[in-house]
Every structure is written in C-alpha cells, then in structure tokens.
C-alpha cells in the first residue's frame, strides 16, 4: 500500500470536501435568512421578541448545520470522511467571516453567521463547536450508510477471528 495519494483520491477528498462546504455554508445562510424573517416578523408585533432565546437557539441551528453537512458528506459517499468533513467545517467559518467582512455595514447584523464571528470569543466557540459537529456528522453518515451486517462484523469478533487469535 502506498503512501502517496492517487489523482482519484484527491479528486475524491476534494469533491467530497466541497459538497460538505456548499451544505455547510448553505444550511446557515438559511438559518440566517429564517432568524431574520422572524425577526421582522416579531418587531412588528407588539410582543417582545426574546433576544437571549432566539441567540441561543439560532447558534444551535447553525452548529447544527455542520453536523447535517458532514452528516450528508459521510451518508452520501459511503466512507468515512471525518477528515474531509473537518476541512468543510474550517473553510466554511472561513468563508462566512470573509462574507461578513464584504456585506456593507448596515446589513451586517442580518447575516447572523458572520454576527457570531464578530465577536473573538463566539468565534472560537463558533469554530470549536463547528469542528467537532462535522466530523461527528460524517461519522453518524457513514454509519448510517453501511449495511448491518458489515457494521456488526466490524464490532463484533468473528469465529474465523477467534480461531486464529486474532481480535482486530
């Protein structure tokens, strides 16, 4: 087995890394776009619109939305693609803070990805948070992909194994 990676496996880690950053990326500008349309929404009702609660409740959408895309990247190419799906997860931060950093200042606040990496603290959080929930969803992907029969041989010890003593 070598150690150098083929055409094919390059191609296949970046298309793999891409479909994880286009489902990423997309998941949040909609979380963004729903928090904002229920945000108008309450502003001109005459109730308060709980500020904290909706805060907290869109920053797990948005870590959600990594899981989903490394959920999607390990579901839908059948391997594990933990590492693929952390690339995804860091160049999606890296995008939404490049995207913030470009929307014009008065609608900088409707793009509530870039709102979270504003601040250095929710960032670091945002990108840790981020970082484990991609590879957790690529991982839960792959899972799901596989048949049960391959899962249970690979936590299982098969007679064959046992006879030789081999337990790995």
């Known amino acids: 087995m070598s150690a150098v990676l083929s055409a094919t496996d390059t191609r296949g880690h970046v298309r793999w890394t891409m479909i994880g950053l286009v489902s990423m990326f997309s998941l ?3 979380v ?3 928090f904002d349309a229920l945000a108008y929404a309450r502003s001109a009702s005459t109730t308060l619109f709980m500020q904290d609660t909706a805060l907290v409740v869109t920053f797990g959408l948005m870590i959600g939305a990594f899981l989903i895309g ?3 990247t390990g579901w839908k190419s059948g391997q594990r693609r933990v590492f693929d799906s952390v690339i995804a997860a ?3 931060v890296g995008l939404s803070f490049i995207v913030y950093l470009l929307i014009p200042r008065g609608y900088k606040a409707q793009f509530i990805t870039g709102a979270l990496l504003s601040d250095p603290a929710q960032a670091v959080t945002f990108l840790a948070l981020g970082l484990v929930a991609a ?3 690529a ?3 792959w899972h799901v992909s596989q048949p049960e029969s ?3 041989e690979e936590t299982s010890i098969s007679p064959e194994h046992r006879k030789n003593g081999k337990t790995d």
Request: hydrophobic letters at 55%; proline letters at 5%; zero cysteines.
């Open 28 to 30: 949040q500008v909609l």
């Open 32 to 34: 963004s776009l729903i």
């Open 70 to 72: 490394g959920f999607i």
């Open 135 to 137: 590879p957790v969803g």
């Open 139 to 141: 991982y839960w992907g």
């Open 150 to 152: 391959e899962v249970l």
């Open 90 to 92: 860091a160049i999606t």
